[in-house]
């Protein structure tokens, strides 16, 4: 099983860790031909090390000492599984489908009366490791990691009993960040199978992951994920819960709920979508919709609402959340219950009810150092999504905003990884920090593993995109490396410049499937007469001196407007004269 | 042939044109199963009602007495084929590789002196039946599609020559339109393979087709095409010239080339892109980029000019080429020669000096009553995009904008339909009025059939967004139908509302394919006890009146802020307060 998921994509790429003060942060290195000019250095990028290890072992626990050393957790026997946790056929049978066997620690949680947080740490001016690995990650200074935690305005989710994860941050003033869902559901699909998604997405991308489980095994299920997951783990306690009083929303309590949530926290899930903003007076607001609530916390919690007439014990309990959050380091990602599900209910009264509330919460939570990210819509017309991530900004006081999508229209199941990417990189480029991914199972069903990394690829392109249109420091690098491997032929370079080098190869060898083909200079689309970019080489071989002898003046001159400044700057320098 | 083109795709779509005034204008009814609370009545969609015959009999002459009643035309002989008009091989063999054997009609043109173009009828305050078959199809005034042809803002691309077309209007004003490009290049492809991709390229929802072939068969590909095609067929004529020179860019000569545009405008091409904008001056600009040129018409004429030491003879004699498409009603596609291959090189001196001078020749062409789109970028990081928009408005007196994407990142060939369809929905929402569509092959092969059918749904997907954002009258009843299905488990209706019905359908059967299933209330994603559309469903019915009576503010009051009005335009009404 490793092999197939040997860590590299392309022969090209190897791992180069960045090595400092101690630390080893994972770089990929894709060594380049070189270009008539001269050669080209290796291209770093951002990736994720692991998953390399047998899922049957787990991987190594890298933050352990870092988090032993500062001293301020205490091991403990914790909660006992309980068989129910993994639904009533494993209760029935007196084991989960596949038991997890490899190492199995004591969780750790705070001393009393302290706080383990990212954000405690950084409010009280600490630089942690964590910080330091993700400043190296993110080639920016610690400082600004630091400052930024404590404001509130990004996240370092670390669970202090995942210390398997390679530290990572969301927030807008950093990298754009992509989470692919996974999990089972009661009509389909394995343990091993969603361990197998978890390494498929890590390995195409994915910067966290859901395990959204809300069939059999949920409590195994998630563990094998853990253990197994270089990256931030987050789930939806609530459907968990759920299956614990046996799928009847009106039988839920905060005592059940309770103990589930302070077993994922034993268990190391990094952030938790917590509906808590799905207030009993909101849920009117929703009857007129189109497509009421679509989310399926959301519409528990709307459901236990109604049947009791009783204010949402989520959001009642909120400080006592704040308490066990801040004993372990667990985010909150507080979820969007009122998210719209069509077009014709985006940014209604009821989403909007829900986002202030939010904010409200978000506070709160700060008041006891607990971090936060707030999730998003769902589907929202083009022209109507900047203003999500404006009044997140305004009442959420910057937290990192999560979003799923947005869909920008309804008529394409099938599609719908599109539809969304569409509404991704737009709210992405407006200050988004974390983009849900939507695969083109959306709407119709469960994805499988091809649909995981068309979701992972399609959302790494809407990222990408916003990056770039911020103008994030060095995110173009990678297109103007892409695109000079593509002026001068360099197919090699290319497919292991691409998000996914197989399809590229691949849809390259289709038409033109000889080894040669590769150093090329055209491809079928043209043939090899009529290559533009052939000709472009050519023009600028043969007259490249003479024009630079004509002498240029600047853009300015040339269009004579001040504002084209801006639209010129890669471009500044001089130019010919048009007449 | 005929029957794996059967035009419905869908069993619950069905022909039901417009019969108005005379004229028989194709839509779709999708018949809708009823909801809980009634008959739902069938959803009508714009379509294209070919291609329905037999390819080798071609299309019925739908204009043909309207363009005779106008009296304005001329049959004659024509311009005899030369079967160079094929390439080498064809001369070499006699014939073409398939000749065309259906139906020829001599050739049409204008009576001397006369001008026999849309916008000319237009300009003169005729009504033509172009017009009433458009503002039929658009759903909108018939003074509307003439004050929009008259003033330059829209186009009905119709060659006198080619009959067979069923009028369609490309303007801001009316819904985004798409094209699909298709053609072999010299490595690959046949003529029946082409026609082949018309017809599906069409039955997908193509409203435009290009035919970009540059290998053998050039003239006798092209016959077949525009006799089969029921939309409006594109060229860039330059592409067969240089085949009629054996591939070298400096024996090209204004005497061939008008050569082969006469030919064109014979057989019926409805608009030739023609990149008359690649002046002398301009070709220095784009020796520093990181990508050159990388439009080939672009690059052809680049080479031709700096070859020579000359102005391009396009520009040259642009006048004469307005007079011979006044006489055929061939629309201009004002080529952007110099658009950007790269993020990099987007919105550069190269591109804009470029589009100021086709903003000039747009002018020069309306004073010939000859229609005319402006054709635009091409790679643009998102943040960049709308500038494109306001340039193309402002220099070009809002003439069509018909851009190619725009990608919004290099980094991902393979997914190129994805990166472009994010700019495109942009750019389209900003005020495109026809996105051409770009393929997974991009960048890296020739499109085959699967292609050519995923970058058209990709494409509508991101033309209908952009309606939706530009609010365009009754774009978004199509998003509220297919939302209304969803919510309530009409699983057919939802597969027959989709883009994809097929796609749709398979992706969902996939994890639940027995038949039942498609009456269940659930899907595959959650399983049969947590759908959150059933719960919100349940909530509804349980507690839908209670909720009514409780009487409810308007939003407005709910949160208090004035902009809210926008947002909350479809949710104006009522709702109930949060405290």
């Known amino acids: 099983m490793t092999d197939s998921y040997a860590q590299e994509i392309h022969p090209k790429h190897s791992y180069a860790p960045i090595r400092a003060g101690g630390l080893e942060v994972p770089e990929t290195a894709i060594s380049l031909d070189d270009s008539p000019s001269g050669p080209n250095e290796p291209f770093r990028t951002y990736r994720t090390r692991g998953p390399w290890a047998q899922p049957e072992e787990g991987l190594p626990a890298l933050r352990s000492t870092w988090i032993a050393e500062r001293g301020d957790v205490e091991e403990y026997t914790g909660r006992q599984r309980n068989l129910l946790d993994d639904g009533t056929r494993a209760a029935k049978r007196g084991s989960a489908s596949e038991e997890w066997r490899g190492a199995r620690r004591n969780p750790l949680r705070a001393h009393p009366g302290k706080r383990v947080t990212q954000m405690h740490y950084a409010r009280r001016g600490e630089i942690s490791p964590e910080m330091e690995f993700v400043a190296l990650r993110e080639h920016c200074d610690v400082e600004k990691v630091r400052s930024q935690v404590a404001a509130g305005r990004a996240i370092i989710p670390n669970n202090v009993n995942h210390p398997e994860s390679e530290p990572m941050i969301i927030g807008n003033a950093f990298l754009t960040k992509i989470n692919a869902n996974i999990g089972n559901s009661a009509v389909t699909s394995s343990i091993r199978e969603e361990v197998d998604k978890l390494r498929w997405a890590t390995r195409w991308g994915a910067d966290t992951v859901m395990d959204l489980s809300t069939g059999n095994d949920i409590h195994t299920t998630r563990e094998w994920i853990i253990r197994n997951s270089p990256v931030p783990i987050g789930t939806v306690p609530i459907y968990q819960a759920l299956e614990k009083v046996g799928g009847i929303a009106e039988d839920l309590t905060w005592e059940v709920f309770r103990d589930t949530v302070i077993e994922q926290c034993e268990q190391g899930v990094d952030y938790m979508t917590i509906h808590a903003g799905v207030r009993l007076p909101f849920v009117p607001l929703t009857t007129r919709r189109v497509t009421g609530i679509v989310s399926r916390g959301g519409s528990i919690m709307a459901g236990w609402c109604l049947a009791h007439h009783k204010e949402s014990f989520l959001y009642e309990n909120f400080d006592e ?19 719209p599900g069509s077009v014709a209910d985006a940014n209604d009264a009821a989403q909007f009810a829900e986002l202030k509330t939010i904010g409200e919460l978000c506070h709160r939570a700060w008041d006891f150092d607990v971090q936060v990210m707030i999730e998003g819509p769902g589907h929202v017309p083009l022209d109507m999504i900047q203003i999500n991530n404006d009044k997140e900004a305004e009442w959420c006081g910057g937290a990192p905003f999560y979003t799923l ?9 099938g599609y719908d990884h599109i539809t969304s990417a569409i509404g991704a990189a737009n709210i992405a480029a407006g200050g988004t920090a974390m983009l849900c991914y939507v695969t083109p199972k959306e709407h119709l069903g469960l994805p499988n593993k091809d649909d995981v990394k068309t979701g992972v690829i399609t959302y790494k392109i809407a990222a990408h995109a916003a990056d770039v249109a911020k103008g994030h420091p060095g995110a173009r690098d990678w297109d103007d490396a892409m695109s000079k491997a593509r002026f001068e032929f360099r197919w090699e370079d290319q497919f292991a410049l691409s998000l996914d080098p197989d399809t590229a190869r691949a849809y390259h060898d289709e038409t033109l499937p000889a080894e040669p083909a590769k150093t090329a200079h055209f491809c079928s689309m043209c043939g090899p007469k009529f290559c533009s970019m052939r000709i472009s080489q050519d023009i600028r071989d043969e007259f490249g001196d003479t024009i630079e002898s004509l002498g240029m003046p600047t853009v300015d001159a040339v269009l004579g407007e001040q504002h084209m400044a801006h639209v010129f700057r890669e471009h500044g320098s001089q130019v010919y004269l048009p007449e």
Do not use: K
């Open 321 to 339: 959340l704040c308490e066990i959050f801040a004993a372990y380091d667990v985010a909150f990602s507080l979820g969007d219950g009122l998210r």
């Open 405 to 413: 999508g947005p869909l920008v229209t309804d008529i394409a199941p």
